[in-house]
């Protein structure tokens, strides 16, 4: 079996994480048994199993970028990606105050409370589909700023392929 490291707090529930490095963290509250604990475990195990094969063919499947490719992708980002916004922005009839290309490792797109989007230049990595999806979501963000049933049907009247869209977007981190 896996190590699982185990983190005692305040919290109140137990959770079961698998990081990137393929590590185990249990999250569990002051009060909780060994017992309770090794039950949890044990019902979470086909969970757990999963999740670590998943994680493995993460790490399997990152792709280095040497400093040339990356300055390839920022430069497509900031072509594409304001062109893609300035599309849906029309459709969805929402306006974003500003665009921001990051180099975000962990997040595709994010919207600030004031409105201005940030977009990784990592989305180059992806098929327009996916690419689309990401620009739909945080300009859906400037209406819905949360991920309630109203957001997500939001995307839905401009993407109805959106969970397949989102999809392209698993499995596939860099380092």
């Known amino acids: 079996m896996t190590e699982i490291k185990i983190i005692r707090s305040k919290r109140k529930t137990l959770s079961l994480e698998v990081k990137e490095n393929g590590e185990v963290v249990l999250r569990a509250p002051f009060w909780c048994s060994g017992k309770t604990i090794d039950a949890f475990v044990n019902e979470k195990n086909d969970w757990l199993k999963s ?25 497509s980002a900031k072509i594409l990606l304001p062109e893609r916004v300035n599309y849906y922005s029309k459709i969805m ?14 997040r595709f797109g994010s919207c600030s409370t004031k409105n201005s989007i940030c977009f990784s230049y990592i989305l180059m990595l992806y098929p327009q589909e996916a690419i689309d999806y990401v620009v739909v979501h945080e300009l859906a963000h400037i209406r819905f700023h949360n991920h309630s049933k109203d957001f997500y049907g939001f995307i839905e009247s401009v993407l109805p392929d959106y969970r397949n869209r989102e999809k392209l977007l698993k499995g596939f981190f860099m380092n």
């Not at 009839?93 to 962990?106: D, F, H, L, Y």
């Open 93 to 106: 009839g929402v306006e974003p105050t500003g665009i921001k290309i990051t180099s975000a490792q962990k």
């Open 51 to 75: 999740a670590l094969e998943r994680q493995k063919k993460i790490s399997e499947n990152k792709v280095q970028l040497d400093d040339k490719r990356i300055a390839e992708l920022k430069r």
